[in-house]
């Protein structure tokens, strides 16, 4: 039986796919519920095994979904990490919480930068960069270690902003807009001093999101924000 896309010109593995990300976007399937297996989409879509296949193994890889030997494929834990993070500065996020947020200052310094963090921040090795160690508490309790990064050409203030008043990402996105960023987002330990720093232990996982942002012809800055696993977690949007 053929599903609703039959005049769908796409090919019918896309066709297939778009329809399972259809009912995850809407809500309608939830981490954790079993996606139809390949009969199922082989009779829905008058395909072949191999498209049905072809369309689970890619959503697979994508992270949509999750298959596991004998158990069939369910939808994949979407509810921590999000395909699209809006870059949102975490006074706001917990002003909307009802909560009080406050920020302790471990330093605020001008460095130079060594030759891999002057290639990321696309200055010259040796240049002077300014570097930010902040904590984040929401009610008095760290939730975000903050270790930053930034180019003087796109912030020359930096280094006279109090950060006790306002966050390096507010101060970021007012003088230097953003034009681009890109970031990555893995499970890791904290260092001794993370760890001190956040009032856990270094056995405690934690969450790890390196950004890096980018104002018109410069790159803004490169942050690292450290989150403790059970305080924190990532929120955003999924489009099918």
């Not at 050409?153 to 007012?174: C, G, K, M, V, W």
Request: glycine share 6%.
């Amino acid at each position: 039986m053929l599903g609703p896309m039959a005049k769908d010109e796409r090919p019918a593995y896309e066709q297939v796919k778009g329809w399972i990300r259809q009912h995850i976007a809407s809500g309608e399937w939830k981490p954790g519920d079993v996606v139809p297996s390949e009969a199922s989409l082989m009779e829905r879509f008058a395909i072949s095994r191999m498209t049905a296949n072809r369309a689970l193994r890619e959503l697979a890889t994508e992270g949509l979904v999750k298959r596991v030997q004998g158990s069939g494929t369910r939808v994949a834990q979407l509810h921590r990490i999000s395909s699209q993070l809006v870059i949102r500065d975490i006074h706001e996020e917990v002003a909307e919480r009802g909560h009080v947020h406050s920020t302790r200052v471990i330093k605020v310094v001008q460095e130079k930068a060594e030759a891999a963090l002057a290639e990321s921040l696309g200055v010259k090795r040796g240049a002077r960069v300014f570097h930010s160690v902040l904590v984040h508490l929401e009610n008095g309790v760290p939730i975000q270690y903050e270790d930053r990064y930034v180019n003087p050409q796109a912030a020359p203030h930096y280094l006279e902003t109090d950060f006790t008043r306002i966050s390096p990402t507010h101060h970021l996105l007012e003088h230097a807009p953003l034009t681009e960023a890109s970031y990555t987002i893995e499970a890791c330990l904290p260092s001794a001093e993370e760890a001190k720093a956040l009032q856990i232990r270094t056995s405690e996982p934690c969450l790890a999101m390196v950004r890096r942002t980018v104002s018109g012809a410069n790159v803004a800055s490169v942050a690292r924000q450290l989150y403790p696993g059970t305080r924190y977690s990532f929120s955003g949007q999924f489009q099918a």
